[in-house]
């Protein structure tokens, strides 16, 4: 049915070979495979950090991992049915991640090297917000390394936004994101930096959990862990 296939292949579960004219598997089921096998341990064990942040603050969170440059969630909690978020669940590969907070987290801390590479390509426009210039993207990418966490401002869906922070394991390995998506307008001001805070900080006891030691004086050159 050409019409599975064109579906299949707009969600990236069939990418067509230009050389062979066939269809291969895609990334979104390499990451649908991902998602059962590996990480189904990393989810169990952080879901208790993952419900806390919703119940702290009231907004949808999930747990994110890096599949072959794609963020893929693992798990989330929503706050009932929002129709922003309610396609971003387990198993599910956020298109463009660059565009998302967790794709910024996971290329920042591959460092200048991987960032370079990565905006050789154009980045797409998913909304009127999204940043397409590689010098203002790589600009966001340093600022990610100093603030801790990384934002998406209606750069994915209009009217939902993301912050997100790193989660580290025992060996100092980048192995997650953790984020929440407030719609737009709850992610102003006070409440902005209050979010970007509480992400930071679940983050942190996430990689606790996990066996990472954070110095005291904050200054792990993670670039170099990831």
């Not at 049915?81 to 971003?88: A, D, Q, V």
């Not at 463009?96 to 460092?111: E, H, N, Q």
């Not at 869906?157 to 790193?166: D, S």
């Amino acid at each position: 049915d050409d019409r599975l296939v064109r579906t299949l292949e707009s969600e990236r579960y069939l990418v067509l070979n230009p050389a062979t004219g066939r269809y291969q598997i895609g990334l979104a089921a390499t990451a649908l495979l991902h998602s059962l096998t590996e990480p189904s341990n990393l989810a169990q064990a952080l879901h208790p950090f993952i419900q806390a942040l919703t119940d702290q603050l009231g907004e949808p969170a999930s747990l994110v991992i890096d599949v072959h440059g794609a963020p893929l969630v693992i798990d989330s909690v929503s706050t009932g049915f929002n129709p922003l978020t309610s396609s971003i669940g387990p198993g599910r590969v956020i298109d463009s991640g660059t565009s998302t907070a967790p794709g910024k987290v996971f290329l920042a801390y591959k460092g200048p090297e991987q960032w370079e590479a990565a905006l050789t390509r154009p980045l797409q426009r998913r909304t009127p917000h999204t940043i397409i210039d590689a010098d203002v993207y790589a600009a966001q990418l340093e600022r990610v390394l100093i603030d801790g966490v990384a934002c998406d401002e209606e750069e994915h869906f209009v009217g939902l936004c993301a912050v997100a922070a790193p989660v580290w394991d025992g060996a100092g390995t980048l192995v997650a994101a953790v984020t929440v998506t407030p719609i737009a307008e709850r992610f102003q001001g006070e409440r902005r930096h209050l979010l970007s805070e509480a992400v930071k900080s679940s983050a942190v006891r996430m990689s606790s959990a996990l066996g990472f030691v954070h110095r005291a004086d904050g200054g792990e050159d993670l670039t170099k862990m990831a």
